[in-house]
């Protein structure tokens, strides 16, 4: 092995075991499910995927990513994301006591990162507007909202045409808890 990929496979670890006790001590529900087969391609891949469930109801949504790395600064990376996401049935408190709201949140970053060999660290800081709607009937059911900071940070891994990456992302919001997130991926560009 490389010592290069040494370097980046510890570094992917200690990020992981760094973010993980943020996660567990926020009480964040837990994403998991099996993929179920979408699509074969003509070319013998399979497309899978599931529904995301979590503790609270439903939540669903997108980001959207784009970055450039400027001709005269080939290890710096540059980019904008763009999310939205939309909640069910999330339990909140606001101010004097708990209920259900039905969340939407949209949000805007800026993204930059530094590329060391294979291995490429970034980090992202922005803002999200979100929205609740309460669940239920009664008069004591109140609406919330407003706009949050949102920030994160990750690590990118490619081994020749294979790209991993490891993230972690927090909206500091109490109501929006629920959103945040740690996310790993594989990618194999073709």
Known sequence: MH??????????????????PAQADSAMPAYGGMATNLAHLDNGMVVQGSDVETPDGYTSGFRFTAGFTPQHLPRLDLGAEFSYRESDDVPVSL?????LLDTTSLGGSLVAGIRLGPLGLYAKSGLAEWQGDPVGGGGQLREGGGTARVQGFGARLQLRQLVSR?????????????????????????
């Open 166 to 190: 490891l993230e972690f992302e927090e909206i500091d919001a109490p109501a929006m808890n629920h959103l945040n997130l740690i996310t790993a991926s594989l990618h194999f560009p073709f």
């Open 95 to 99: 101010g004097d006591g708990q209920q």
């Open 3 to 20: 010592p290069d990929s040494r370097l980046a496979i510890a570094l992917a670890s200690v990020l992981a075991l760094v973010a993980l």
